[in-house]
């Protein structure tokens, strides 16, 4: 148990979470980055990896030497400014790689399939009197995706199964047998379904944008499991409501949980609350995967998993 009273939480975990968490580590907890802190003696901060932290919070925190943050994206930490006064900090790459291409492949098949609609058709009971219009195959599609790291890897190696066609969209090519394409409109003019899945930050934001949507067409599909800054949001709106796109998938948004209430007035979008992760193995795994990098810099080892900073 780590109980130097020096380990400030800041957010918070599901049930299970907290449970791994409280038998491992004894924290102070805060609900936000932009609660004050009772001390401002903590070293280290746990964290979920979908709360903000704040430059703010840090400048607190003088003694602080290292970030645990459960998640594999860290774009909500202000990493130049960790840099600047050395403070290390963790992620949790590779144990969540599996759950979120699961998630792609069920808002790709809910998109194409129209399985949200297909559903309220049963339920509305309207199968007796109609036929459910006809959908689109996956097989034989052009699949864009944008970002080839980790995990847009493994999703490539199990769309190869779905019979897909695929080209991506990274800064630099990578040795990888898939069509590279450089710019992200090039891409989403010969793609079917454009998928992000870069990380957020600033290098990236607003990339999907309205000259990328004219380019994938009104029979493409846009799905998302990136970051919600990664889309221009209202470009995409406008889109969606002249059906300038054949539909969106989007598991990620602005301001979560507060998205913009246009999109749920949308019947072309699939809108789901940042589901990626989100399955009891995969949190499990990761929640370790934090506490044992924030256990390893309490006995000045290296940390598994740093964040490059
Ligand atoms: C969750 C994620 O946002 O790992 C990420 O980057 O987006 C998700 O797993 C979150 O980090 C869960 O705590």
Redesign the pocket.
């Known amino acids: 148990m780590l109980s130097e009273n020096s380990v400030l939480q800041v957010g918070f975990f599901t049930p299970s979470m907290q449970s791994a968490v409280d038998q491992r580590v004894k924290a102070d907890k805060i609900p936000d980055g932009n609660t004050v802190p009772k001390s401002f003696h903590y070293q280290t901060i746990l964290t979920?990896?979908?709360t903000p932290i704040p430059r703010s919070l840090i400048e607190q925190l003088p003694k602080l030497e290292m970030i645990a943050n459960?998640?594999?994206?860290y774009d909500n930490l202000p990493l130049a400014y960790l840099k600047e006064r050395g403070i290390v900090a963790s992620n949790?790459p590779g144990v969540?790689n599996a759950a979120v291409c699961e998630l792609t492949f069920g808002m790709v098949f809910a998109l194409l399939r129209k399985l949200p609609q297909a559903q309220s058709f049963v339920l509305e009971g309207r199968w007796p009197s109609a036929a459910f219009p006809l959908t689109t195959s996956l097989a034989g599609k052009r699949v864009g995706i944008v970002g080839m790291g980790r995990i847009a890897q493994d999703l490539a190696k199990r769309l190869i199964a779905f019979d897909v066609h695929i080209a991506y969209c990274t800064p630099k090519p990578k040795d990888l047998p898939y069509l590279y394409v450089g710019h992200i409109e090039a891409l989403a003019e010969q793609s079917d379904l454009l998928i992000m899945l870069c990380p957020g930050g600033a290098a990236t934001a607003k990339i999907a944008n309205a000259a990328v949507f004219k380019a994938l067409g009104p029979q493409g599909f846009f799905i998302n499991v990136a970051r919600g800054s990664v889309v221009d949001e209202a470009a995409l709106i406008e889109t969606l409501k002249t059906q300038g796109i054949a539909g969106a998938a989007l598991d990620v948004f602005n301001n979560e949980p507060n998205i913009n209430p246009e999109f749920l007035t949308l019947n072309n979008v699939l809108v789901l609350p940042?589901l990626?992760?989100a399955t009891t193995e995969t949190r499990h795994a990761?929640i370790e995967l934090t506490l044992d990098n924030l256990q390893a810099h309490y006995r000045h080892q290296a940390l598994k998993t740093p964040i490059p900073l």
């Open positions: 979920t990896g979908s459960c998640g594999v994206g949790t969540l940042h990626g992760s990761m």
